[in-house]
């Protein structure tokens, strides 16, 4: 697979222009872009988008340290569902942080126990 005119960060923290040529999943070559290239038939023009290498899942959860030990000894079936006691509970926590609990107050709940 061959990413045309992709601008990547290497590792001077440079955000720099080029064709990257993967293959089985790995970066097997960088090189300038260039139209000249020989151009396989998985190719994709990739202007105007970004690559940052090791950023795989670059989200987090801030209110998990919120919940810690709340489903303890829950199989995921049990917390994770739309049904149960455990699911209900969960439910009446996460609306209660999205909608009632203020700056002020998240901030304590995420400072208790540290």
């Not at 790995?26 to 290239?37: E, F, G, M, Q, T």
Request: net charge negative; aromatic share 8%; proline share 5%.
């Amino acid at each position: 697979m061959l990413l045309r005119n992709l601008t990547y960060l290497n590792e001077q923290m440079r955000f720099l222009e080029a064709d990257i040529s993967v293959e089985e999943g790995r970066i097997v070559s960088i090189s300038p872009s260039d139209a000249s290239l020989t151009v396989p038939k998985e190719t994709f023009d990739c202007r105007g988008l970004i690559a940052i290498p090791g950023i795989v899942l670059a989200h987090f959860h801030s209110q998990a340290d919120l919940g810690r030990g709340l489903f303890k000894g829950k199989p995921p079936s049990e917390w994770a569902g739309d049904t149960g006691p455990q699911a209900r509970l969960q439910e009446r926590f996460f609306e209660y942080l999205d909608k009632d609990a203020s700056e002020e107050d998240f901030r304590t709940i995420c400072r208790k126990g540290r």
